[in-house]
């Protein structure tokens, strides 16, 4: 008597929870969901778990390229365009992860423009 990968019965996580939580915490939830049976074996918890990762070192470079930019223009004299910017995108970043956390909880799939097809090649997932 095998379990359903669709109710992971071990811990209790339905998929929708599973997904969601792939973004929680970014890198780190992603791989622990990579790694940790039984959703390791679920293509879509794994789809979301590498959008999840990808996308979340997409974010750190966007914001160290936009630092190191910002010291660069201070000593041009218009480090305050950065400083406008700064809180910006960290405003938009906070509010797309929250998006692709509740999308996933709610049982959709909404793929990262570029993100997604890695992601989906990783994972296998065809959705």
């Given at each position: 008597?095998?379990?359903?990968?669709q109710?992971?019965?071990?811990?209790g996580?339905t998929d929708n929870?599973?997904c969601?939580?792939?973004?929680l915490?970014?890198?780190?939830?992603?791989v622990?969901?990579?790694v940790?049976?039984p959703?390791s074996?679920n293509?879509?918890?794994?789809?979301?778990?590498w959008q999840?990762?990808?996308?979340?070192?997409?974010?750190?470079?966007?914001?160290?390229v936009i630092?190191?930019?910002g010291v660069?223009l201070a000593?041009?004299?218009?480090?305050?365009?950065v400083g406008?910017l700064?809180?910006?995108?960290?405003l938009?970043?906070f509010?797309?992860?929250?998006?692709l956390?509740?999308?996933?909880y709610?049982?959709?799939?909404?793929e990262?423009?570029?993100?997604?097809g890695?992601?989906?090649?990783?994972?296998?997932?065809?959705?």
């Open positions: 008597m095998g379990t359903n990968p109710q992971p019965a071990a811990s996580l929870m599973a969601a939580l792939c973004y915490l970014g890198l780190i939830t992603g622990v969901f990579l940790l049976e959703y074996r293509p879509r918890i794994k789809f979301h778990a999840s990762m990808i996308t979340h070192l997409a974010v750190i470079v966007i914001f160290w630092g190191l930019s660069m000593f041009l004299g218009m480090g305050a365009l406008l700064w809180p910006l995108l960290g938009a970043t509010a797309g992860w929250l998006f956390m509740i999308k996933a709610n049982g959709v799939d909404l990262v423009p570029v993100i997604a890695f992601a989906r090649k990783q994972s296998g997932y065809q959705g």
